[in-house]
């Protein structure tokens, strides 16, 4: 097994109050995830990413962390992980966990803590800086009779990573979940961490900016990608260095500059992979496409591997947002995903082509949605549950049990789609096997080749070339290096 094993995995992104509930609360949990672990093995993946499962009072789904060495009881147990985690090593799937480090729950035993007060940011003068969730970040504090910085909710006040108490309990922390066997963490809002240490007022928007990241009203220069940050991935990526097989770090690095997520894979001593979220929140054109790939490409250092999402749990899913639900178009995506230099991550649902499901007001859960209605559309409609199959509970639940989000019906469910030999599921495990197969799409260089507008090819290691067809809306692989070619 390659020592570089993050080079040459598919990633999957379990939502797990939204995979598998096992006893029929109507929320996923951790044994559900286990009992699923035949459908990633079967569709090929080699690592998943489960999104927070500590314990949290969930004033945002899990990110708002209340102990950072325990699950939270609605999604099981330690022996629960300590089970999944042993029978996915079985199957050759490695785990990754989520871990929350730029803020905790105010809930969290550390934020009342006397003797632990200087873990978090706080001032007399509050600046200008605005929190991602809406309004100020800044809240008074009656018990305390100062502010506390909170860069989302009020309840997730900001940890400060100045005080080398909160980086030394983070390695142990980290380390506490490696010895179980955790084989990395996707890191939340990475570039996040550390905020200016003289907490300067944030300059205003410039016409530069990425019109997703202006929307903040302001130019994040103090609040994000402090230099500081890259000691401590440092510090991270050493500790990971001590184990083995290593331990991978996977950066929620929120940037529309490639010059600076390209710093956060260090001089190959800081984080393995980093999302590159130019491409999720781009126009789905050839050419547009095309140019976040081909400028990743000069911007990344040799040594960096590339990292792409088509979905999330925080955007709308690639199938509603790029391709209007036509499945024709999400095999072009597809495609794409399973076919360029990097590691793809699969967010749960992408392999059937889920599309957002409608939630009604009354069933929302989404905070961000809650705090700011009108903003749009909330993140609720990609986070429902998994349709295994046709009927009530839908293979997620059991019947006549009311899903903690609506499962929704516009749907073929992956019963169903693994009885068709030419549904999208298979489809999709077809590109995952041809992926395995050939070592020009596992590790090729990438390299556009010319063609028609519209249409976009590239060719990856010495004999495998992509055409990817955004006009006819076709999908073609050809390969003289590892066997047949595939048309789609
Ligand atoms: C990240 C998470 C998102 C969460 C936020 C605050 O962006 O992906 O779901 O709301 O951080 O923790
Ligand atoms: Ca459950």
Redesign the pocket.
């Given at each position: 097994m390659s020592e570089r094993w993050w080079e040459s995995a598919v990633f999957y992104q379990v939502y797990p109050r939204s995979f598998q509930d096992s006893n029929g609360d109507g929320i996923g949990d951790l044994e559900g995830v286990r009992q699923r672990l035949d459908h990633l093995q079967w569709l090929g993946v080699d690592a998943i990413w489960l999104?927070p499962i500590m314990p949290s009072p969930d004033d945002?789904?899990g990110?708002?962390v209340s102990d950072y060495r325990d699950v939270h009881p609605e999604l099981g147990t330690l022996d629960d992980l300590d089970r999944l985690l042993h029978d996915a090593e079985a199957r050759g799937i490695r785990v990754l966990l989520d871990v929350?480090p730029?803020?905790t729950s105010d809930r969290h035993p550390w934020f009342r803590d006397p003797a632990r007060e200087d873990w978090y940011v706080w001032t007399d003068r509050p600046n200008n800086w605005v929190s991602?969730?809406g309004g100020p970040a800044w809240d008074f504090d009656q018990q305390r009779g100062r502010y506390y910085l909170h860069q989302?909710l009020p309840s997730?006040p900001d940890l400060d990573w100045w005080n080398p108490a909160v980086r030394r309990e983070f390695l142990e922390i980290l380390r506490f979940w490696f010895d179980r066997g955790v084989a990395g963490f996707r890191i939340?809002?990475a570039n996040r961490i550390i905020k200016d240490r003289e907490l300067r007022d944030n300059p205003p928007v410039t016409p530069d900016m990425h019109p997703v990241a202006a929307r903040l009203g302001q130019r994040p220069l103090y609040t994000t990608d402090r230099p500081e940050v890259h000691d401590i991935y440092r510090e991270w990526r050493r500790l990971c260095q001590t184990y083995t097989p290593e331990r991978a770090l996977v950066g929620?690095t929120?940037f529309f500059d490639l010059q600076r997520l390209a710093a956060y894979y260090g001089d190959d001593d800081e984080l393995q992979l980093c999302f590159n979220f130019l491409l999720t929140h781009s126009a789905f054109q050839a050419d547009v496409m095309r140019g976040v790939v081909e400028s990743t490409e000069l911007a990344l250092p040799a040594f960096a591997w590339p990292c792409w999402a088509l979905s999330?749990?925080?955007v709308s899913r690639f199938v509603t947002r790029w391709c209007g639900g036509d499945e024709r178009r999400a095999r072009v995506a597809m495609t794409m995903l399973l076919t360029l230099r990097g590691a793809p991550f699969l967010y749960q649902g992408d392999e059937i082509a889920l599309t957002d499901q409608p939630v009604p007001p009354e069933r929302k859960r989404d905070?961000?949605d809650l705090r700011m209605p009108g903003r749009g559309r909330g993140?609720d409609p990609e986070r429902t549950p998994m349709p295994w199959a046709a009927g009530p509970g839908a293979g997620f639940t059991e019947p006549g049990v009311e899903p903690w989000l609506p499962i929704g019906s516009d749907w073929r469910s992956v019963a169903d789609q693994r009885a068709d030999p030419g549904s999208f599921l298979n489809f999709t495990r077809g590109l995952l096997a041809q992926r395995r197969a050939n070592p020009d799409l596992r590790s090729g260089a990438y390299q556009t080749l010319e063609s028609p507008p519209g249409v976009w090819r590239y060719q990856r290691g010495a004999g495998t070339v992509v055409t990817l067809d955004f006009e006819r809306w076709e999908a073609r692989i050809e390969s003289s290096s590892a066997g047949a070619g595939t048309d789609s």
């Open positions: 999104t945002d789904c990110y708002d929350v730029n803020h991602v969730f989302y997730q939340d809002t929620e929120w999330n749990h925080d905070p961000l993140r």
